[in-house]
């Protein structure tokens, strides 16, 4: 269970943090480098494109590509179900067939999508996980790719096999390859969680540690300030 954004007692959120360390599995995967994928889209003369990434808790996924090279911003959200059901206290449900995910926009010429998904891959979460990353459970933790065209359906898929031919992990990946959704941008309070809240117990047990794996392993892409939501809108 992930804890609520408006928790009001430090004491519970602690004692959760503890619960939540105690929940995770043993099994989970070891973050390391994975090979890049085969095949990847060319960078093209477009100065912007979008990628959207399920891969359980989106405070952490957030997190991550907030301090990757090449992003431009990258929003919370919900994706997979409905625009009436986009609500963190329905999606939370885990019945609307929403996914936690992040809508990344980020610039061709500056990083590429395959690097993107070798990032996703490597850092941002188990991808062997069904329906579940660390303490949290259920459909709307999956992980998932939410392809923006067939192009991006495409290379995503070959990159699995390619992942799962080579053994890169000790269980086949679980995700899932869920084109034509619409994304949906979550609450406020939600975005720039990780960064406005970096002594938040979970944060410091779940998703500070993905950010110092993305420095410590793919330092060429990391970047030590965030791009912030809150800094993208003021900037329109």
Request: hydrophobic share 40%; charged share 15%; glycine share 6%.
């Amino acid at each position: 269970m992930k804890y609520a954004a408006r928790s009001t007692t430090v004491v519970i959120a602690l004692l959760l943090a503890a619960l939540a360390i105690r929940n995770y599995p043993a099994t989970a995967e070891t973050p390391r480098v994975v090979p890049l994928p085969s095949t990847d889209l060319p960078p093209g003369d477009a100065t912007s494109a979008v990628v959207v990434l399920a891969g359980g808790c989106f405070w952490g996924v957030q997190g991550v590509y907030q301090h990757v090279n090449g992003v431009i911003n990258a929003v919370s959200g919900y994706t997979g179900g409905e625009k009436k059901t986009a609500e963190y206290e329905v999606v939370s449900t885990g019945r609307t067939g929403h996914a936690e995910s992040v809508q990344v926009t980020y610039d061709p010429r500056q990083i590429s999508y395959g690097r993107l998904l070798q990032i996703f891959f490597s850092v941002v979460h188990d991808p062997t996980e069904v329906n579940r990353q660390g303490p949290d459970t259920g459909t709307q933790y999956r992980s998932a790719i939410f392809p923006v065209n067939a192009e991006q359906a495409r290379i995503a898929q070959a990159y699995i096999a390619q992942l799962d031919q080579a053994h890169i992990f000790k269980k086949p990946i679980a995700t899932k390859i869920e084109p034509d959704h619409a994304f949906y941008p979550a609450e406020g309070y939600h975005q720039d969680f990780l960064v406005r809240n970096p002594t938040y117990p979970y944060i410091v047990y779940n998703d500070l540690p993905k950010v110092a794996d993305l420095k410590r392993l793919l330092p060429d892409v990391y970047r030590a300030t965030p791009v912030l939501v809150a800094a993208a809108h003021s900037s329109r």
